[in-house]
């Protein structure tokens, strides 16, 4: 997998949602991901290792994993992602740990494949805060199934363990300095990976993260803008409305009104 990655910017905090094909572009998601192949099958690459999902597969792909499908056949592919703020419990574990094997069969009785699929069938009202609790029903049975490792922090060159690493300290005083030190990387090299791999810049890809967070805190809580924008690592009020204009296209107060 040598092609660049895109780092998808999703607003939406869950998403179901049915394909015909599954897209061929290597990317990356703060979400964790669900596939379910009704039928079809796929060739995909997780974290560059190669693997096959057909009639029954359910793919778990952990945020900040860089997934691709290489090659789709047509069929019916159940898709679910949700932020991790949404999974109760067990936001910490999805970020420092990634699966063994991203790939779980399912029997048609599973109770697993009933809870996702309650969840793509419902149209209700309060239609995200059900499927929140069914994929968080589904996550409380899968996790039991499959393995877990701890994703390595430091000590290699690899584009993931550089977005880890961002994903996990971007709410801190994160230089690039501070980065390459802790990861035994050339800030230089850093930056090449960013710009030539996500085709960002290290300075705009930990502003994203922040202001993703922020959104979050938004929606959720009745915190002050200031505390906010102080909480996801912005030094100034100031900045932080500069950069949300930017990246959000509307003020964090008009967010807000309208979340």
């Not at 993703?212 to 102080?230: P, V």
Request: charged share 25%; with cysteine.
């Amino acid at each position: 997998m040598d092609k660049n990655v895109v780092y998808e910017n999703r607003t939406k905090q869950v998403e179901v949602w049915a394909e015909d094909y599954l897209k061929p572009i290597p990317h990356l998601h703060k979400e964790l991901e669900l596939i379910y192949v009704v039928k079809g099958e796929s060739h995909l690459f997780i974290d560059n290792k190669k693997k096959t999902i057909s009639d029954g597969d359910l793919f778990i792909c952990f945020p900040n994993q860089i997934h691709c499908y290489e090659r789709s056949s047509h069929g019916q592919y159940f898709l679910f992602t949700i932020s991790p703020d949404y999974c109760i419990g067990i936001k910490d574990l999805l970020f420092e740990n990634i699966p063994v094997d991203n790939i779980l069969r399912l029997s048609k009785d599973d109770d697993i494949l009933r809870t996702l699929v309650s969840s793509v069938t419902y149209y209700g009202q309060y239609k995200e805060t059900y499927r929140a609790g069914a994929i968080n029903h589904a996550l409380a049975m899968i996790l039991p199934k499959i393995a877990l490792s701890p994703r390595m922090k430091s000590n290699s060159a690899t584009l993931q363990n550089i977005i880890n690493y961002c994903s996990l300290n971007f709410s801190g005083e994160l230089t690039l300095d501070d980065m390459a030190r802790e990861l035994h990387l050339s800030k230089y090299h850093i930056s090449h990976l960013l710009n030539n791999r996500l085709g960002i810049s290290f300075n705009d890809y930990i502003n994203m993260l922040r202001v993703n967070k922020a959104c979050d805190l938004l929606r959720k809580t009745d915190k002050s803008i200031a505390s906010i924008s102080e909480e996801v690592g912005f030094g100034s009020i100031r900045t932080f409305n500069r950069v949300f204009v930017r990246i959000i296209k509307t003020t964090p107060y008009d967010y807000r009104k309208h979340s």
